[in-house]
């Protein structure tokens, strides 16, 4: 069983930045792909980001290419996202998710593990 926990979020100005954390507690995290998904309201949860279980490749929606980036630490067990230049159509829960399947798809379906979610606000 893996629990993931998400930091890191709150209330930014338009143009502003944040990074989001996700620490992950269980002994599998190096072997699960690692996405983040946010969901606004009304709206249903879409894929922003992933990276498969390395590192080595990442995986981005066409919303946040060019100002989000997404990264691991296998050693700290935990997966960030950075995100600048941000927007207010940025705003959403953002949800930390992992998978232990061998094929990556940015569908949240395919995710076992998710986090609680945390709120980012992005002011105009």
């Known amino acids: 069983q893996v629990q993931l926990v998400e930091s890191g979020g709150g209330l930014v100005q338009a143009g502003g930045s944040l990074r989001l954390s996700c620490a992950a507690s269980?002994?599998?995290?190096?072997?699960?792909?690692m996405g983040w998904f946010r969901q606004a309201p009304g709206k249903d949860r879409e894929f922003v980001v992933g990276i498969r279980s390395s590192g080595g490749t990442t995986y981005y929606a066409d919303s946040g290419k060019g100002r989000f980036t997404i990264s691991r630490d296998n050693a700290k067990n935990t997966v960030y996202l950075q995100m600048n230049s941000l927007k207010p159509e940025d705003t959403a829960v953002y949800y930390c998710a992992g998978t232990a399947d061998s094929i990556f798809l940015p569908n949240p379906r395919i995710f076992q593990y998710w986090g609680q979610g945390i709120q980012v606000i992005v002011s105009s």
């Open positions: 269980g002994r599998t995290f190096s072997s699960l792909a």
